[in-house]
T-cell receptor, first 112, second 111 residues
Framework: EAGVAQSPRYKIIEKRQSVAFWCNPISGHATLYWYQQILGQGPKLLIQFQNNGVVDDSQLPKDRFSAERLKGVDSTLKIQPAKLEDSAVYLC??????????FGPGTRLTVT | GEDVEQSLFLSVREGDSSVINCTYT??????LYWYKQEPGAGLQLLTYIFSNMDMKQDQRLTVLLNKKDKHLSLRIADTQTGDSAIYFC???????????FGTGTQLKVEL
């Protein structure tokens, strides 16, 4: 069974630029999560989708971050404009209904 | 304070047992998880325990849960160099299985 796919794996941008990350969850997984992992810390949930609806986006900085999951499968996370403190690894995870989460390899973002 | 706390580093010799500890604050957690993260990689689910259990064993891994003290531990028997990684514990809160992670424990296995 294929795992969670993410692209790109690495991205370097300048502050105030825009960036988008893509995630393809495990087939059949209804729930999709985006996490931000700053160096030396554990992942922190940004947003959770159930199919194509948002379940929890309380920790998403909505002035600059947006996410969508069209058709309840793939998802994109966008940052516009980026700040230096957005440098982190962005992890996507998926799970069957309300159970254990499986993570992708992440996208490492560096904002200069 | 942090919802989930872990010590930052643990160093063991190859072949010894490793014990990684975690404390959490939310007594209503339904599941508690252990994830492994190798350099440059995502998180790999190792094992999990339901909150009504005290212990779970899975090959070289043993999870112990003390609900009274809100303490979770992961024991790795016969630790190998391939076990060197960062280990995260996480508690699941709410019906949506929202995970709160600890800061991670870096395990170093020496020959």
């Amino acid at each position: 069974e294929a795992g969670v796919a993410q692209s790109p794996r690495y991205k370097i941008i300048e502050k105030r630029q825009s960036v988008a990350f893509w995630c393809n969850p495990i087939s059949g997984h209804a729930t999709l999560y985006w996490y931000q992992q700053i160096l030396g810390q554990g992942p922190k949930l940004l947003i959770q989708f159930q199919n194509n609806g948002v379940v929890d986006d309380s920790q998403l900085p909505k002035d600059r971050f947006s996410a969508e999951r069209l058709k309840g499968v793939d998802s994109t996370l966008k940052i516009q404009p980026a700040k230096l403190e957005d440098s982190a690894v962005y992890l996507c995870a998926s799970s069957p209904q309300g159970s254990e989460q499986y993570f992708g390899p992440g996208t490492r973002l560096t904002v200069t | 304070g942090e919802d989930v706390e872990q010590s930052l580093f643990l160093s063991v010799r190859e072949g010894d047992s490793s014990v990684i500890n975690c404390t959490y604050t939310d007594s209503s957690s339904t599941y508690l998880y252990w994830y492994k993260q190798e350099p440059g990689a995502g998180l790999q689910l190792l094992t999990y325990i339901f909150s009504n259990m005290d212990m779970k064993q899975d090959q070289r891994l043993t999870v112990l849960l003390n609900k009274k003290d809100k303490h979770l531990s992961l024991r790795i028997a016969d630790t190998q160099t391939g076990d060197s990684a960062i280990y995260f514990c996480a508690q699941a809160k709410g019906g949506g299985n929202k995970l709160t992670f600890g800061t991670g424990t870096q395990l170093k296995v020496e020959l």
